[in-house]
């Protein structure tokens, strides 16, 4: 049920469910973490997103799996708390993955922090050399503050590279 309110923008629903499940003394899955923590991050509840995976493992002697880090930089990066979520990546139990860079990248975009976002940017492009994210995110963080030389350095290395973006497309099926 938490998950399901959470995917459908039912945050109030989400975290009162969960709630209850605490009272009910119900042992929540790692599934159930992630689906409260995500949908705090998206109500920009950041405090309460907090004390979710805080207590994963003061409450229920739970370790945080991977996807629950992830919920917590989103939820960190997308509230503008961004140095939060560089020490998150910087210190949890596991190797950062390319989900996790590109969170905090879109986040530095959104939030206008050149500097992190060319840190992320350079620690995306390590790990997948041929992924054109880091490259357009970056693009996108220069070119919303107004730094187009350094976009177009940014869209000029990808040529370089080999690289380019993939146009979109989207349809309706009638």
């Known amino acids: 049920m938490v998950m399901a ?36 991050s998206h109500l920009g509840f950041v405090e309460q997103g907090c004390v979710f995976f805080k207590s994963m493992k003061l409450d229920y002697g739970m370790d945080p799996s991977p996807d629950n880090y992830g919920c917590l930089v989103d939820l960190f990066s997308r509230n503008g708390f961004l140095e939060d979520a560089k020490h998150v990546i910087e210190t949890m139990p596991f190797p950062p993955w390319p989900a996790i860079w ?14 992190l976002g060319e840190w992320a940017a ?3 492009v390590q790990l997948v050399l041929e992924n054109d994210a880091a490259y357009v995110l970056l693009s996108k963080v220069y070119s919303e503050e107004g730094s187009w030389s350094d976009a177009a350095k940014v869209w000029k290395g990808m040529r370089a590279r080999g690289l380019g973006k993939d146009p979109g497309c989207s349809w309706i099926e009638i």
């Open 5 to 40: 309110y959470a995917h459908h923008g039912l945050v109030g629903q989400a975290v009162e469910t969960f709630e209850k499940m605490k009272l009910a003394v119900l042992q929540p899955s790692q599934a159930s973490f992630v689906s409260v923590t995500s949908a705090c």
């Open 102 to 115: 590109r969170s905090l990248l879109n986040s530095c975009r959104m939030h206008e922090n050149k500097e």
């Open 122 to 124: 350079e620690k995306l």
